[in-house]
DNA sequence: CGGATTTGACCGGCGC
DNA sequence: GCGCCGGTCAAATCCG
């Protein structure tokens, strides 16, 4: 995975990695018909920026704005969630902040509230307005059975029409950032995907003459590419799933997505405040605790190795204390990483070929849906 | 069979 | 007004 990323062998892939995002989310698609941003074939692979100069473009662009503002809270950041991921960034992030978030920060309405101490989405700190937001989306019984009567002879796909001149009130938003393969890491709360958005990320669309296509393709985020008029072209695409707790009544969403600078990193983004008990997991996964009582907001269990023992197909990252990303450690050198690190961590770090590392990042990624057709999917899946 | 996920369609906001 | 994009809905599908 990661190690595939920024390996020696290809040092304009990982510059390419650590390349901050030009725009906000709203990434410009790489115009196919004009072909604008074509180049000769002589260009190469970030060839315009050397490895070390991109990596000094990723800190001075990204670290500032986000991670040098990270002050350590009192209390021990969160979730390492159950997927033996670990955490690396978690506090409630002020505008600033959310806007040099890739992107679910970005679209953060001024009007939200932000406290810069660290807590959860169920945490004290949020505004109470929960509530009322809550039940803008998830009417009462009853005005469901009305409206859906209303709703006959309207199309099926119609959504309720909302109320005019009244801008629909957002949560507080609260986001971190989490080292981890999978995308949706477990915090202990029940959730039910609603929807998911295939989100373009083409901060500089890479190209290249497909005669001088020699070095392999930087497969970690999910390029989509394809070959128009000699030339290969990538899109750079991701996803983004919309969640809900499943809890009846509770409003909260958990948006997540992954990094565009550095997509081992998993930007998850909760709006709202839980209304209720934080439950019991049967599986005993990390969790949260969530104690009311607490005005420190939730502690947070560490995971028993036994458990991460189970995990550690998931080949955890080990993430670097330092506030800002220290990308230069993850290389395909074994020894660039710290021998602290349990062996059952370690174990499966390095055993990751070109290959299968492509095509399990494409597969985690969701990105594998999002290039091949569900009818596709499913007959390589029979065969 | 019930709950969770997938996925295409739709709506509103926003910039041009 | 138009197009783009984020967010959401809900039928279809999957899965235990």
Redesign the pocket.
């Known amino acids: 995975m990661a190690n595939l990323i920024f390996s020696d062998e290809n040092p304009s892939a990982a510059a390419a990695a650590a390349a901050p995002e030009a725009t906000s989310?709203?990434g410009?698609?790489f115009d196919m018909a004009t072909g604008a941003g074509a180049c000769d074939g002589d260009t190469k692979w970030g060839s315009s920026l050397g490895f070390m100069d991109l990596l000094g473009i990723h800190q001075d662009v990204i670290a500032p704005s986000l991670f040098d503002s990270f002050q350590p809270p009192p209390i021990l950041p969160p979730p390492p969630p159950s997927t033996s991921s670990e955490p690396l960034l978690h506090q409630q992030l002020d505008a600033k902040q959310l806007q040099a978030l890739p992107?679910?920060a970005s679209?953060l309405p001024e009007s939200s509230e932000v406290l810069n101490n660290p807590a959860t989405p169920n945490s004290s700190s949020f505004s109470s307005s929960s509530n009322e937001a809550a039940n803008d989306?998830e009417p009462t019984k009853a005005e469901d059975d009305e409206e859906e009567e209303q709703?006959q002879d309207k199309?099926?796909?119609?959504?309720k029409?909302?109320k005019k001149n009244q801008?629909?009130q957002r949560e507080p938003r609260f986001a971190f950032m989490t080292k981890s393969e999978v995308d949706h890491l477990d915090d202990g709360y029940?959730?039910?995907?609603?929807?998911?958005?295939a989100?373009?990320n083409s901060p500089f669309p890479r190209y290249q003459s497909i005669s001088n296509l020699i070095t392999p393709l930087p497969f970690h985020i999910g390029p989509l590419m394809f070959i128009f008029s000699k030339h290969c072209y990538i899109i750079w695409l991701k996803n983004?799933?919309?969640y809900r707790c499943?809890s009846a009544g509770c409003g909260v969403?958990k948006?997540v997505e992954r990094s565009s600078d550095d997509p081992t990193i998993v930007v998850t983004t909760y709006e709202g405040q839980h209304k209720h008990p934080y439950p019991i997991t049967p599986r005993g996964s990390i969790g949260i605790n969530m104690d009311p009582s607490s005005s420190f907001g939730p502690s947070f269990v560490v995971p028993q190795p036994q458990y991460l023992h189970q995990q550690q197909q998931l080949q955890p990252y080990i993430y670097n204390s330092s506030p800002s990303l220290n990308i230069t450690s993850i290389t395909t050198s074994g020894s660039s990483f710290n021998a602290s690190i349990p062996d059952f961590l370690q174990d499966r770090r390095f055993n990751t070929s070109p290959t299968s590392s492509s095509a399990s990042l494409l597969r985690d990624n969701?990105l594998l849906?999002d290039i091949v057709p569900?009818q596709m999917r499913?007959e390589a899946k029979e065969q």
Do not use: A, N
């Open positions: 989310s709203g410009s698609i992107s679910p679209t989306h709703d199309t099926k796909k119609q959504l029409p909302k801008k629909r029940r959730w039910r995907k609603y929807g998911q958005k989100v373009k983004r799933s919309y499943t969403k948006r969701g849906q569900t499913k």
